[in-house]
């Protein structure tokens, strides 16, 4: 299960996501904004941060203007690696090096066709493990150590 959410910067971009979505067969649950109405990102961040936490959610999709803020909140929870893309590369070897959790996307910066790539990108690959498994559990203790 994808978890997706956004602010009002990307709602319209994640409408274009959720077809895709929906036209590859992906489930998915929006966890909002439910409009374009201004709205602050760090509430579409948490619950998507929680839902992958939980378990009820493998991967997510957060979507902003730039991608940047959203993907700085999310960064604040333990265990989420959230990734702000704008090219399908950087998509690949976050999954493949980093195992990121989740794609941030920036609605003004990127158009939907390049958008709808890099979540394809994203979702389909996988974690290469190794040496990258080893920093990845770095990070972790970096966390234990410094996210109280």
Avoid: W
Wanted: glycine share 12%.
């Amino acid at each position: 299960m994808i978890a997706i959410g956004c602010d009002h910067g990307g709602y319209a971009l994640k409408q274009d996501i959720m077809a895709m979505l929906t036209e590859k067969g992906y489930e998915f649950k929006d966890y909002g904004t439910y409009s374009s109405e201004s709205c602050d990102y760090p509430v579409y961040a948490e619950a998507v941060c929680k839902a992958i936490k939980s378990g009820e959610c493998d991967r997510g999709i957060l979507i902003c203007g730039t991608g940047i803020g959203i993907s700085i909140a999310a960064n604040k929870f333990k265990g989420i690696r959230a990734a702000n893309c704008a090219d399908c590369f950087s998509a690949e070897f976050t999954r493949r090096h980093n195992d990121a959790n989740i794609v941030a996307l920036g609605a003004r910066t990127i158009g939907s066709g390049l958008a709808l790539k890099i979540v394809e990108t994203f979702l389909t690959t996988g974690f290469d493990g190794g040496k990258h498994a080893r920093r990845i559990g770095m990070i972790a203790e970096i966390e234990e150590r410094e996210l109280n």
